[in-house]
């Protein structure tokens, strides 16, 4: 165990989840303006352990939706991990976790999708190598 571990790196690398430029920020940083865009994008990570509805979340960090926790709406994030109940348009840059006794209803958009023993998905999901999130079409899919 290391007791003094950073729990962030000094600097890290993302995309801007607006115009997909790259930047390097400090690894605790919670929101900054893009350099290529201009416009403030948030970096951090969203731990949601509570009722939270909303139109768009959105983060270059990664989302996870704790037990306890319900999120309804649309999500771009890096990671998105589902322990709880999500209701929405998923759209992930690196992956899709939903773990037992996890509940995703949706559309799914990710490069890679895990479906824990336990977990549930319900909807459409395009996954795999090949499918730029971003780039998906709009959704929409869900009727
Ligand atoms: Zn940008």
Known sequence: MQLFAPKAPLRRKIDCPLCEGKLEI????QSIVCPHCNRSIDTSDHFIDYYCAKKLLETSG????????????EVKAGRVVVKGKL???VRA??????LAGGR???????PLLH???????????RAGAGVPPSRAAPSGVLR
């Open 93 to 98: 840059r690196v992956a899709v976790e939903v």
């Open 104 to 110: 995703l209803e949706g559309e799914i958009h990710a």
């Open 115 to 125: 479906v824990e023993d336990g977990g549930a998905l319900v909807g459409g999901c």
């Open 26 to 29: 400090g690894g605790r940083t």
């Open 87 to 89: 209701y929405g348009v």
């Open 62 to 73: 990664d989302v996870v939706v704790d037990k306890k926790g319900t999120l309804r709406g």
